[in-house]
């Protein structure tokens, strides 16, 4: 990689803005059906009771063979094996015709946490996205990151670390409602499959008040995450009880450089 194949990757690098309004938005994780690396079935859903299963279909049938995942396509997410979303996305990715890649959720995040989904298609080009609940979480949680499925093919997954890329925010306005004190922003770094690291302390942000961050100038990065990994954003309660936060109001402008210089970002990876 050249110093210039850097730059250039830096100055095609579009903002792309990031809009929350309304609670239960959040995404956490896409998942996918990949029909060559399976039975090559032409239709794939998830569904998700929340704290109880996850239950795959292909083909409206539980799947097998080379689709098998789960027990007959149900796996139990309250079980330890993959109560957290580190270890539920490592499961599916250990099954060679579903793929997932992590969003705003963060490895120990339970996966209890999860908004309740009914059986709703994985197999397009940009998979199936996974929302946090909001009246579950105390928190409201997304990423600035290239990761992204660009197709169902097995080439289809392109990749924050495989390319390179450099996630970082310019500008974020975060407005929470909390019951709660403590109201807390916290930046993660986090590559997919290792434990997320976070940027700097935490700062405080008042309930019901527009907390700005970066607004001194927007052309420039305000925090940035490793190169590879995505950037998250988490607004969290900071109480023991973990108060609901409500009426989100959250914008975020990032920008993804691809210091591959095979593609660029120019839209949200969900």
């Known amino acids: 990689m050249h110093l210039n194949q850097i730059l250039e990757a830096r100055a095609l690098a579009t903002p792309v803005i990031h809009n929350f309004a309304a ?35 292909v083909d409206d049938a539980a799947p097998a063979d080379a689709d098998a995942i789960g027990a007959t396509g149900v796996i139990l997410t309250s079980s330890s094996t993959y109560n ?15 793929r997932a890649y992590l969003v705003g959720a963060l490895r120990a995040d339970l996966s ?19 929302y946090a609940d909001s009246s579950a979480s105390a928190e409201h949680s997304l990423a600035i990151s290239g990761e992204k ?8 997954h392109v990749k924050d670390a495989d390319d390179f890329c450099e996630n970082e925010m310019l500008y974020g306005a975060f407005n929470v409602t909390s019951a709660s004190a403590g109201i807390g922003l916290r930046y993660y770094s986090g590559k997919q499959g290792d434990t997320e690291t976070q940027i ?16 001194v100038n927007l052309t420039v990065p305000f925090v940035q995450a490793t190169r590879g990994q995505r950037l998250i954003m988490r607004v969290i309660d900071l109480s023991t009880t973990g108060t609901e936060l409500t009426s989100p109001t959250i914008h975020v402008i990032g920008k993804t450089a691809v210091l591959a210089n095979n593609r660029t970002v120019d839209a949200i990876n969900y």
């Open 112 to 130: 209890s946490l999860m908004l309740v989904k009914s059986a709703t298609i994985c197999s397009g080009a940009n998979g199936l996205t996974f």
């Open 84 to 98: 957290t979303m580190g270890k539920l996305v490592d499961y599916i990715n250990g099954h060679a015709a579903w």
């Open 23 to 57: 609670v239960d938005k959040m995404p956490w994780m896409v998942a996918q059906y990949v029909p060559s690396l399976g039975t090559g079935g032409s239709s794939a859903s998830i569904a998700y009771i929340v704290a109880s299963s996850m239950t795959f279909l």
């Open 149 to 156: 499925f660009v197709s169902n093919a097995a080439s289809g």
């Open 200 to 215: 700097g302390s935490t700062v405080t942000v008042t309930t019901a008040t527009n907390k700005e961050q970066g607004e």
